[in-house]
Structures are given as C-alpha cells and as structure tokens.
C-alpha cells in the first residue's frame, strides 16, 4: 500500500462532469459488468436533474483537481434512518492508497448528519470480490445475509450491515 495522495478534497454535490467521470472509474475498476456501468451514470443524472428529490446522495473524492473515487446512498424508501450504500469506486491507478476508505468514512458521517441509523451494502460472493468483502469486514461492517445464486448461479448476493 503507498501513501495516502496528498490535496484530497471531498465534495457532496455532483456536478455535470461527474457523469463522464463516475463512468470513467466503475469501468476502470474491473468489477462491474458493462451493463452496470450506465447504471452508476445514471444515478448522478438523477441527482442533477432532481436534487435530494432523486434520493441519491454522493461523496465525490478529487485528487489534485480530478475526481478518483465516489460513493452513492440513499435513505432506503419505507425506512426512517436505513440506508443503503449503493456504489463505492476508486479510479484504478488510485485504489490501494486509502481513498476509498476515506469515502466510506465520509459517507458514514453524511448518514449520520441525515439520522441513519444503520447502513446496508451487497457484494457479489464471486472471488473477485475477496477484497471487497474483507475491506467491508475490516471497517466494520458485519454479513448479516447471503442469497445463493442471486446475481447468477454460483454468485451470492452478500449483504453488509453497520450500525451507527
């Protein structure tokens, strides 16, 4: 693991530019299927065009001007303080160096600003996904359910509880 990268600025509104960009870091990470990647973009387009009315909320991390690494989530509908942490990604060239825990930990206050209670985050059981899972493991999140065969026969849905 390097050292942390220096002029990191954490941001909460998306701005237009983030859409190229958020699609630009999902496809760079090779954990996300093609299909997946229009998804991610289109989760900031609803937040430009709807504002907090869309549900979506963001964490944006920039490096030096550039933005590296995002998380998106949501009060989950019908909940008063469950929230779910849809999307967690870091540029490739940039993973391993902090910033997406640093992501993780400004979502978890944001949550906590808004009145969350607990956050919610699936995964795929796939081997890809080993440093997922123990990255989510390691900052303290708990698996409190698996779904066999959920994305696709012999991929479980793991899903990841913290409480605040």
Do not use: H
């Amino acid at each position: 693991m390097t050292s942390e990268p220096k002029n990191i600025t954490i941001r909460y509104e998306a701005i237009p530019s983030d859409q190229a960009a958020v699609g630009d870091i999902v496809a760079s990470s090779g954990f996300f299927r093609p299909d997946e990647i229009p998804v991610a973009v289109e989760l900031v387009s609803e937040r430009l065009e709807n504002g907090p009315e869309s549900g979506y909320e963001f964490v944006f991390a920039e490096v030096n001007g550039e933005l590296v690494s995002y998380g998106c989530f949501g009060l989950i509908p019908c909940t008063l303080c469950s929230y779910d942490f849809y999307w967690l990604a870091t540029l490739e060239e940039f993973r391993g160096q902090g910033i997406g825990k640093i992501v993780l930990r400004e979502v978890e206050k944001a949550i906590e600003r808004m009145g969350g209670k607990g956050i919610y985050i699936e995964t795929s059981s796939l081997p890809k996904y080993d440093p997922t899972r123990a990255f989510y493991l390691k900052n303290g999140y708990i698996e409190k359910a698996r779904f066999e065969d959920f994305y696709d026969v012999g991929d479980d849905k793991v899903v990841y509880v913290k409480k605040l």
